[in-house]
Nanobody, 120 residues
Framework: QVQLVESGGGLVQAGGSLRLSCAAS????????MGWYRQAPGKQRELVAR???????NYADSMKGRFTISGDFAKNTVCLQMNSLKPEDTAVYYC??????????????WGQGTQVTVSS
């Protein structure tokens, strides 16, 4: 099994910054990609940013220039630096990992989510 533990959420005023962190543990042979999704109340879950082991990074358009994802796959961690936060960034943020386990199975793991609230 693969476990993801997120930290760093909280309450911040508009224009402020937060840094989310995620650590993966368990039967991990290799991490192919790690990323972040978010889900606001009444809305579908959406991609925030994703980083692959091959060095590819992609962001949702509304996060470009404000959010920065950084992955250290040797340490099984990924961080999301969020700057210039807006009230519409309020959501539960989920860490995800695309992992190859010791049985060479591909595992799509999700964290429990961390709340980010941006006040106006």
């Amino acid at each position: 099994q693969v476990q993801l533990v997120e930290s760093g959420g909280g309450l911040v005023q508009a224009g402020g910054s937060l840094r989310l962190s995620c650590a993966a543990s368990g039967r991990i042979s290799r991490i192919n990609a790690m990323g972040w999704y978010r889900q606001a109340p009444g809305k579908q879950r959406e991609l925030v940013a994703r980083s692959t082991g091959m060095g590819s990074i992609n962001y949702a358009d509304s996060m470009k220039g404000r959010f920065t994802i950084s992955g250290d796959f040797a340490k099984n961690t990924v961080c999301l630096q969020m700057n210039s936060l807006k009230p519409e960034d309020t959501a539960v943020y989920y860490c995800t990992a695309d992992v190859k386990d010791y049985g060479f199975n591909t595992v799509d793991a999700w964290g429990q989510g961390t709340q980010v609230t941006v006040s106006s």
